[in-house]
């Protein structure tokens, strides 16, 4: 396993639960392919994603595929809750990929900083918002803590409208 040298950062390892894949799951054709660039084996988007037909491939910096250098697989979405940290360059690399996709975020102050308010205000972007708040479970083993934020998706090319809300049914485990 080749290991690339990253600036750990406890913020980035979010661990997206099993129910906050099915909104956007139901959004997308069925049977497509998915490629999940911060993702491992035992990522729910993984998971679930196979569990029901798609064909997935996923990478993750500790298993030597960094999403800014990696050769962009052939696929239909890109879907996954991506490093906060570096939000704004996920961001501008999903844009310039020009594949339909939908990121799990951090809402708070999203359109705050002046470069990615201009980088929002150019595109045609959908915001999901999700009742209730999605609780995440973290590396170490705060499982299902409470997190102090409200995260939505932002796709673009995955919802009809621009503003859609859902709800998350939190009893789905995979
Ligand atoms: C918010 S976590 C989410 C993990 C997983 N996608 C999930 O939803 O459970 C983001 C993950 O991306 C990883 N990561 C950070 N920089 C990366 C990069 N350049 N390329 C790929 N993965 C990266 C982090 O180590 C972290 O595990």
Not at 105 to 113: E, H, L, R, T, Y
Not at 114 to 133: A, G, H, N, T, V
Request: charged share 20%; aromatic share 16%; hydrophobic share 35%.
């Amino acid at each position: 396993m080749s290991q690339i040298q990253y600036n750990f950062n406890k913020n980035d390892e979010y661990r997206t639960p099993a129910y906050a894949v099915y909104p956007i799951l139901k959004r997308l054709k069925k049977n497509s392919s998915i490629w999940c660039p911060f993702d491992k084996s035992d990522s729910q988007y993984v998971k679930v994603f196979q569990g029901h037909g798609f064909h997935v491939v996923y990478g993750h910096i500790q298993t030597g595929q960094d999403f800014f250098d990696f050769p962009v697989p052939s696929c239909d979405y890109i879907v996954s809750n991506p490093p906060y940290s570096r939000k704004g360059e996920v961001f501008q690399r999903l844009f310039e990929l020009q594949i339909p996709f939908a990121m799990l975020i951090n809402f708070q102050g999203i359109f705050d900083q002046k470069d990615r308010f201009e980088m929002f205000r150019q595109q045609r972007i959908e915001l999901l918002w999700l009742s209730p708040r999605v609780n995440y479970g973290t590396d170490n083993q705060r499982k299902n803590a409470r997190v102090p934020f409200q995260s939505c998706y932002l796709c673009q090319g995955i919802c009809k409208r621009q503003l859609e809300f859902d709800y998350l049914d939190t009893s789905l485990l995979e």
